[in-house]
């Protein structure tokens, strides 16, 4: 899933402007937890939060601030000075019309913060934003003003400022949900062609440039997709359920099928922007839609083959729905 709007631009939020929290990262449960968006249901309701796995320790991360909040957000962790988190920031420019941008969000004592992340993509519509395992570059989702319809993958460096487009779609194709592998080397994404008719393959492409290759074509009905901590292994979801692979091998196992993913009669369905694998532990963290409240719902996995142990470990309100998911250390 993707989030543009026309002629958005990267935008400095200055100091002045922004006092979002009156506190610091230390507030935050510690450990590896689950930081995830939750959207809605009016505008200017969206609000980053963290969790623990076990779903205890609820805590706002950013709040909503009149008319500024906030579609997606990403990071590797929370722990120290340096540690920042990637935003896209949704705010009323006036006359009725909204921009979402790429921001990042970093502690200063006391204050949480936005600083700059100008003239670091090009213009266009603007996306996720996700930042490197060594928190060096990041990637985001990008929509070119003359082809509102596709969206690419640009890869941007924090220190130079430089950046390239690492995929180039024509018009009803869009490249979402990109993932670094553990070493910074590759993204994987899901690629969705909308004509001529609706489909999704898992690719794969070098952060040093060259054509993208596919992973897992059409025919495996790939959603979404996460690295192991290793990088040795992709988890992702698929017309078969939640399936492993190891990368060396190819070798694919199912630790879910469909019935036990999504019950039997369906009750679920994947929301499919995104799922994350813990760094600590075998789990595996994802966003189930109940079809029965059409309520968004935080699930962890267990990498098992036996299915055992899925845990419900949150609950959106009605019409909240949530944009990004990720695992993140504390």
Avoid at 9 to 17: D, I, K, P
Avoid at 107 to 124: A, D
Avoid at 135 to 141: E, G, Y
Avoid at 299 to 317: R, Y
Wanted: glycine share 8%; with cysteine; net charge neutral.
């Amino acid at each position: 899933m993707h989030f543009v709007k026309s002629h958005m631009r990267l935008f400095l939020v200055t100091v002045g402007a922004l006092i979002l929290v009156a506190c610091g990262w230390s507030r935050f449960p510690s450990g590896e937890l689950v930081m995830f968006t939750a959207f809605g249901p009016h505008a200017f309701e969206g609000r980053v939060l963290v969790i623990r796995p076990d779903g205890s320790g609820l805590t706002t991360v950013l709040a909503p601030q009149g008319l500024l909040d906030y579609a997606t957000a990403y990071g590797n962790s929370l722990k120290s000075f340096k540690s920042f988190i990637l935003v896209s920031v949704d705010q009323a420019t006036g006359g009725g019309t909204n921009q979402t941008t790429l921001s990042i969000a970093q502690y200063r004592p006391i204050l949480n913060l936005f600083t700059s992340l100008q003239q670091q993509l090009p213009p266009g519509g603007e996306g996720r934003g996700v930042p490197s395992p060594d928190n060096s570059k990041f990637v985001a989702t990008m929509s070119p003003p003359s082809q509102p319809s596709a969206v690419n993958l640009w890869l941007s460096d924090f220190s130079t400022k430089q950046f390239r487009q690492l995929t180039d779609n024509p018009p009803l194709t869009q490249d979402n949900n990109p993932v670094w592998s553990p070493d910074g080397q590759q993204i994987i994404f899901v690629r969705v062609v909308f004509s001529p008719s609706l489909s999704t393959s898992l690719m794969t492409v070098a952060t040093q440039g060259g054509q993208p290759s596919v992973l897992l074509g059409p025919s495996d009905g790939v959603g979404q997709a996460a690295f192991s901590p290793d990088g040795k292994q992709l988890v992702f979801t698929s017309v078969n359920g939640m399936e492993v692979m190891d990368l060396s091998t190819l070798k694919r196992t199912v630790i879910l099928t469909p019935s036990k993913l999504y019950g039997s009669p369906i009750q679920y369905q994947t929301e499919a922007i995104g799922m994350s694998w813990a760094k600590t532990q075998d789990r595996i963290v994802l966003v189930l839609i109940n079809l029965a409240t059409h309520q968004n719902e935080l699930w962890t996995v267990p990498v098992t083959s036996d299915g055992s142990n899925l845990q419900k470990i949150f609950t959106a309100d009605p019409g909240v729905v949530t944009l990004s998911v990720t695992f993140i250390s504390n």
